[in-house]
């Protein structure tokens, strides 16, 4: 216990230092506005901006993407209450209440709530990040190749099992990723393999940046043209008053709910955890659950403040959750997490376990940042408001070729080879595609990042069992995941067959918010 | 096109696709090598093997009629939606041509710098319907703080193709050369 205050204290001098505490500050406020426009959240701000860091330092890089990933939670609930469009998936339950609160010209009052709300969850959460991880990642240092492609199916499996999209789509996502992260050289011998057409810009293979920003760069952007396209052009924006009066009765309103956000934290952080799961759903669930803690759910929909703090709280949460398998266990909780540990194989980080005592300082340091970037992200949200209504006015056809230069320059710049931006506009044209016909991308992004990951994990552990793959399943970590792993895989198989043995009267879904 | 109609061409092109991927796969060795374990072609060409399972669920619930994607009769693209989507991936693809050239006729392309600002322009105004002075302003000021940013300070060269000539002064401005 102490000796975490230790390490702790240890990473706030280097979240603390004046060049990284720079980071943390740009990174909230560009996150900020990310996450406020509409259509972009926390993972296409990580992926197109991952490029820009390939200068900083380790612990400087990861700081100023976990800060935009702090920062654009925050931001996501911007444009949900303004617009009425979910500035990110994450930011959906949002707008349930908080788009009601802006019609009935209380905009001012879900903004604060959802900032103070996202505060409280972000709060709640990076302490019982602190002392979940180093036990967590203690355990995993004893973990070999067996446990790590156990744990990769865990997180594939939860894909299947849990992320309620067409089976065979989601199959499909994660075994086209594992495929795509393939390409190159075979890391055992050497040979050029999966050279398609004979193009010899396949044989650095592909890079997971060059599929994380053509679907969440270009293929996004392609989604919002159609989006406002339909939209023809006009503007829902509600207008928000704002005076330090009105802040501080808005302010003293939010500790009303206190009970809600301490419920959305300790729910988001745990269903964050869960790869597949994350901010979306646990931002759905705790605006269920918020309903009904409620002694007035028949407000909720109406413009219930508690509507705003609960999926607020929950979705800053998971998003600190999902960071605690990425860095303990080395298998990302989110796409966004996918990405930061894409990142840290870039940055010459061994991803897992070994980071906490290998480079306690990156580890340390993100920590303590996290701290920092949740204070300094509540801090700059409240301030700004009136600069993100102002960005929302901003016409999408000026932001949009802004952000597809970036995207560009993103998909050049980690091999600086234009045969990746050939590929980064395919996979953003095809990827946009797919989504129109409800094929999922996330799993497809994940499985790029952990393919090179998982690959040479069972080749190992079919090499110490000389081909055997009863080693999965009779080691102590190993076994109990890989089953864990299997009854999800074959959940969706296995539901309708207990219904039926049920008498088919379980047609109620679970608790779960949905829209009213 | 429906919905419906996209579903089936999709499955069908990513079938094509498993396929390809498997056959690609098995230049290496997909079985068991003594001594080395799993050869190199195996894992991509068994989850090639499961791609390919997967595209044919897709394709037997297709006609099974079963899903709410399979069922939809509506069109793809509502009426109106398809040109603006369109636009901006055509625009993009002749960016991307110009920046680097396609290998044809020996044309090595006008580089970032010369084809940015024409992507810009294109977008502002043809997309966007902006002013004149809006679209060539920022089709001007992008590419600027573009450079600024990634050249010279964060030291990412991006490719110039013809135009690299024109750049040796500003790097001679930069960096005193």
Known sequence: MLEIFGLLAQGFTVALQPFNLMLIIIGCAVGLFIGAMPGLGSVNGVAILLPLTFLVPPEGAIIFLAAIYYGAMYGGAV????????????????????????????????????????????????????????????????????????????????????????????IFSICVGLVLAAVGLDIMSGAPRLVFGDITGFLHGINFLVLAIGIYGIGEMLWTVEENA???????????????????????????????????????????????????????????FGKQMSKTPEKFGKGAIEGVTAPEAANNAASTGSMLPMLTLGIPGSPTTAILLGGMVIWGLEPGPRLFTSNPDFVWGLI??????????????????????????????????????????????????????????????????????????????????????AEPALRQSLLISSGDPSIFFTRPYSGPIMVVALILLFLPALAPIYRRLRGGNSGKAPTGGTAE | ???????????????????????????????????????????????????????????????????????????????????????????LTICIALIGGIGVGGFEGIGFYGALPLFLLFYLKV?????????????????????????????????????????????AFFYGL
């Open chain 1, 230 to 288: 339909k939209a023809g052009g006009k503007s829902m924006l509600s207008e928000a008053v704002l005076t330090w009066e009105r802040t501080k009765t808005n302010l003293k309103e939010f500790l009303g709910t206190w009970k809600v956000a301490v419920m959305g934290s300790f729910l988001g952080y745990f269903v964050g955890i869960l790869p597949a799961a994350g901010a979306t759903p646990g931002a759905l669930m705790a605006y269920g």
């Open chain 2, 127 to 171: 997309m966007g319907n902006h002013s004149w002075l809006t679209a060539i302003g920022l089709a001007v000021l992008i590419p600027v703080i573009t450079f600024l940013f990634f050249e010279i300070m964060l030291k990412i060269t991006l490719p110039k193709g013809m135009t690299e000539p024109l750049f040796l002064p500003i790097y």
């Open chain 1, 79 to 170: 444009s949900s209450i303004m617009l009425g469009i979910p500035g990110a998936s994450t930011a959906v339950a949002t707008t349930f209440d908080g788009r009601p609160l802006a019609k009935q010209g209380m905009a001012d009052k879900a903004l604060t709530t959802a900032a103070m709300a996202s505060f409280v969850g972000g709060t709640i959460s990076v302490i019982l990040f602190t002392f979940f991880a180093p036990p967590l990642a203690h355990v995993a240092l004893t973990f070999g190749a067996p446990e790590e492609f156990a744990l990769m199916m865990l997180a594939f499996a939860t894909f299947v099992g849990l992320g309620g999209d067409d089976l065979a789509k989601t």
């Open chain 2, 1 to 91: 096109m429906t919905v419906r109609t996209a579903e089936l061409l999709m499955g069908l092109a990513l079938a094509v696709l498993s396929a390809y991927f498997m056959w690609k796969s098995a230049e290496l060795p997909i079985g068991w090598v003594p001594d080395v374990g799993p050869g190199g072609g195996a894992w991509p060409f068994w989850l090639s093997a499961v791609m390919l399972g997967s595209c044919i669920w897709v394709l037997v619930n297709w006609v099974r009629r079963v899903g709410p994607v399979a069922t939809n009769e509506d069109p793809l693209f509502e009426p109106g939606i398809f040109l603006p989507v369109f636009m901006v991936g055509a625009a």
């Open chain 1, 368 to 453: 303590a940042s996290l701290y920092a970037a949740n204070l300094f992200a509540v801090i700059l949200n409240i301030l700004f408001i009136p600069a993100f209504i102002w960005v929302l006015k901003m016409p999408f056809t000026i932001l949009a070729p802004l952000i597809l230069t970036l995207c560009l320059v993103g998909g050049y710049a980690p091999t600086q080879d234009m045969h990746d931006v050939w590929l980064m506009l395919l996979f953003g044209i095809v990827g946009y595609l797919m989504r129109k016909l409800d094929y999922p991308v996330a799993p497809a992004v994940l499985a790029i990042v952990l393919g090179p990951l």
